[in-house]
């Protein structure tokens, strides 16, 4: 007698597993810190004599899913752009046509002719969203449960439905995940519902099958695939890494800041010339991994983005080179000119170093932000034989600056002072670059 675990969304089975979980789809939707374990756990809560085990469940909402699965590139954006290339191959008619009764040997035909003529991706769009909407309320259409709803009107409804409704369908949803991955369907299934949802999988009757079904159901989610993040020096790595922890959790298991000191004390150089060194480094390995550079959004930062994107004009889709991002209030932000007066300028692409991200506590003074000096003027080259000529700014009081910052990080983690997000806004948008940098094209 086997054991089962479902993903369950209301009353929709996302995926079932027999016995054995599928590590690689619960660490698509779930961290580690989604897990929760339930001692003692009443069979029944309502009656006070029942049975009492150890529940395993991994919960999470379908906007945190939405999120992981877009931290690893697969957005709603990205999922158009393949569906687009490769429809004619993935989409599988099989089921609606035998239906229909269409002739074996006039299927391949037939399937070039309805695509192209009564297929787009909006159109697959909106036969998801009626699909998930009628499932979410009443259960996963299948052999058992194959009435036609009345909602299913359109090709794509029907292409959808009968695969849905067939024994004899390996598609997903109607496509085939050979040509369009699993994680951009499970994307558009998400994107059919509410963002407050619960997905949960409650894996808790896998221990009764064998005794290794639960370590190996909580091991899924420890040992993902990271992004690597390559950042200008210690701070830059310690401010992301500790905001990422309290911002987005449960993405942090996907990123990491590479070191600047290992366990041995042995150091690496930190710099943008260091961000340039060891990105093309890793770009000629032609390593399969996801790779971002990311540099202060000051002059010396964006001049080092510039050099790269020179340098390798086409870099692979499994690298991104960026800069932090611009932000309105740095249109118009105190700096200190030679005569020691206060003005106002425009420090994006000038002077934002990862200090000007962090909260007003930490970068203001007496209710004043800590004013921009500037070093000195720098060209940069745009495009062959295009330069601009622009100065680069640091914010003063920067050391005293870093204090700040982990003063307050240790009080927190502590518990002495309280973590407030509405704070953190801007190093949010900071975060949201790195975050869904391969969710845009």
Request: net charge negative.
């Amino acid at each position: 007698m086997s054991e089962y675990a479902d993903i369950n969304i209301n009353k929709l089975s996302l995926f079932w597993f027999r016995n054995y979980v599928d590590s690689y789809i619960v660490s698509l939707l779930f961290s580690v810190k989604n897990l929760i374990i339930t001692p003692n756990y009443k069979v029944d809560p309502e009656d006070d004599d029942s049975d009492l085990y150890t529940r395993y469940v991994y919960k999470t909402t379908v906007k945190e899913a939405k999120e992981r699965l877009e931290a690893q590139g697969f957005s709603i954006a990205n999922f158009q752009k393949v569906f687009n290339e490769n429809m004619l191959q993935a989409i599988d008619y099989s089921a609606f046509l035998c239906h229909l009764g269409v002739d074996f040997n006039e299927r391949d035909e037939e399937i070039q002719r309805r695509t192209r003529k009564k297929v787009t991706f909006q159109k697959w769009k909106n036969a998801m969203h009626k699909i998930v909407s009628y499932q979410l309320e009443n259960g996963n259409i299948n052999e058992h449960n194959s009435t036609l709803p009345t909602c299913i009107t359109t090709e794509c409804d029907k292409i959808i439905f009968y695969s849905l409704a067939s024994s004899y369908s390996d598609s997903f949803y109607g496509l085939n995940t050979e040509f369009i991955h699993i994680a951009y369907i499970v994307r558009l299934i998400l994107d059919c519902c509410d963002s407050n949802d619960e997905i949960v999988l409650d894996f808790s009757n896998l221990g009764y099958w064998d005794e290794d079904c639960i370590p190996q159901a909580i091991s899924a989610t420890e040992d993902v695939e990271k992004t690597i993040v390559l950042v200008e020096g210690t701070s830059d790595k310690d401010i992301l890494e500790f905001a990422m922890q309290k911002l987005y959790p449960h993405l942090s298991d996907l990123f990491y800041f590479m070191d600047f000191e290992e366990a041995n004390g042995a150091k690496r150089a930190g710099g943008t010339s260091f961000i340039i060194a060891n990105i093309k480094t890793f770009y000629f390995s032609r390593l399969k991994s996801k790779f971002i550079a990311i540099f202060d959004n000051d002059a010396e930062g964006y001049q080092s983005q510039r050099t790269l994107l020179n340098e390798i004009n086409h870099w692979p889709d499994n690298f991104k080179i960026l800069t932090y991002p611009d932000l309105p209030l740095y249109r118009r932000y105190p700096t200190l000119a030679p005569n020691g007066t206060i003005m106002f300028d425009n420090i994006n692409k000038k002077a934002c170093s990862i200090e000007l991200y962090l909260p007003d506590s930490i970068i203001k003074e007496n209710d004043e932000y800590f004013p921009i000096e500037w070093e000195s003027r720098k060209k940069i080259k745009i495009a062959d034989k295009i330069e601009e000529a622009i100065y680069q700014g640091v914010i003063s009081q920067k050391g005293e600056i870093k204090k700040k910052f982990y003063t307050l990080c240790k009080a927190i983690e502590k518990g002495e002072n309280v973590f407030l997000p509405d704070e953190w806004e801007r190093m949010k948008r900071l975060l949201e670059t790195i975050i869904f940098a391969f969710a845009k094209e």
